[in-house]
């Protein structure tokens, strides 16, 4: 398994502004990931965080918006940039530890006004 | 990308009573997990299965695996109010998809004292 944390835990932002969020992993891990979660629905794939290159996007977000980077094996940080109302969601990190397996961050809640 | 349909969306009920959920595919999974999250918090996983007809027990909660590695559903006995939640299942999405999980639409539910 994997303990996984995120900061900030929440925030309110103004719009047009950027919010950057941190993930750090109690281990080394293939892969990590980054989701978007509207309260009480599924979660939606944002990217996956490569380590030592460029992440890789899923369709419908772009590196422009979502700027992602993995420095190393243990930690991530996803920017929310020129942020909109529509940007207000819950966003999760996500480690790969087992063969097919994920563990979660607690999210970070994000209000955009 | 391999779909899963989870099934219902929302189940109210009342402490004690017993409840399914199911998670549906048309695609063979080589294994799936399920994950409970509560407000608040990020998912958590619960249990992963991976092999055919597999049963497995977690206190009140009894998760199967269809034969056909299809389907799974996951049956909690005499419910309580700590069990209310978001649950989801989550398969491995296959194809090039490497390391990727695709998730149900998940399962809100409400266990009233």
């Known amino acids: 398994s994997a303990v996984i944390s995120q900061k900030p835990s929440r925030d309110i932002c103004q719009r047009g502004t950027s919010l950057t969020i941190q993930c750090q992993v109690d281990s080394q891990v293939t892969m990590m990931f980054w989701y978007r979660q509207q309260p009480g629905q599924s979660l939606t794939l944002i990217a996956t965080?490569?380590?030592?290159?460029?992440?890789?996007?899923e369709s419908g977000f772009v590196i422009d918006k979502f700027p992602i980077s993995r420095p190393n094996l243990t930690f991530s940080t996803l920017t929310v940039s020129n942020m909109s109302p529509e940007d207000s969601s819950i966003y999760l990190c996500?480690?790969?530890?087992?063969?097919?397996?994920?563990?979660f961050g607690p999210g970070t809640r994000l209000l955009v006004l | 990308t391999q779909l899963l349909e989870q099934s219902p969306q929302f189940l109210s009920i009342q402490e004690g009573e017993n409840l399914t959920v199911y998670c549906n595919s048309s695609?063979?999974?080589?294994?799936l997990q399920w994950y409970r999250q509560e407000p608040g918090e990020g998912p958590v996983l619960l249990v992963t299965v991976v092999t055919g007809g597999e049963v497995k027990k977690l206190k009140r909660l009894t998760f199967q695996f269809g034969d056909a590695r299809k389907d799974s559903s996951l049956h909690i006995t005499a419910a309580q109010p700590g069990d209310t939640g978001l649950y989801l299942c989550a398969g491995p999405a296959g194809g090039t998809s490497y390391g990727k999980l695709t998730f149900g639409q998940g399962t809100i539910l409400t266990v009233h004292p």
């Open positions: 695609s063979v999974f080589s294994s």
């Open positions: 996500s480690a790969r530890t087992g063969v097919e397996t994920q563990y």
């Open positions: 965080a490569n380590q030592g290159s460029e992440a890789t996007y």
